[in-house]
């Protein structure tokens, strides 16, 4: 069975850190591509960050360039996302995804696997 956990999610200050971790079983994150997506309140679900599987190039939403790192560990069959400088406007559902591709996009179609979401909320 197919299955992604998000964890990590929290409340914190401005200018805090998190960091979100993605648990994958069913398939191997060295042959998916992965991604993180949030989603706030009464907005669109937004890419954040995404790497590719066979060469796990990045990219980052520009607001999130600097503050952002996604990285793996594909003997944890893990994906983290570690956030730097929290802002209230970083606030949001954060969702892991796979896609069965050596590309990642920040674009939600073409993604096989999400997972349930993990709250972040940074307070002012």
């Known amino acids: 069975e197919v299955q992604l956990v998000e964890s990590g999610g929290g409340l914190v200050q401005t200018g805090e850190s998190l960091t979100l971790s993605c648990a994958a079983s069913g398939f191997s994150f060295r042959d998916y591509a992965a991604a993180w997506f949030r989603q706030a309140p009464g907005k669109e679900r937004e890419g954040v960050a995404c790497?590719?599987?066979?060469?796990?190039?990045?990219l980052y939403l520009n607001s999130v360039k600097g503050r952002f790192t996604i990285s793996r560990d594909i003997g944890k069959n893990t994906v983290y996302l570690h956030m730097s400088d929290l802002r209230p406007e970083d606030t949001a559902v954060y969702y892991c995804?796979?896609?069965?591709?050596?590309?990642?996009?920040?674009?939600?179609?073409?993604?096989?696997?999400w997972g349930r979401g993990t709250q972040v909320s940074v307070s002012s």
């Open positions: 790497m590719g599987s066979t060469v796990p190039s990045t």
């Open positions: 995804a796979a896609s069965n591709s050596d590309l990642a996009s920040l674009g939600a179609r073409g993604y096989d696997y």
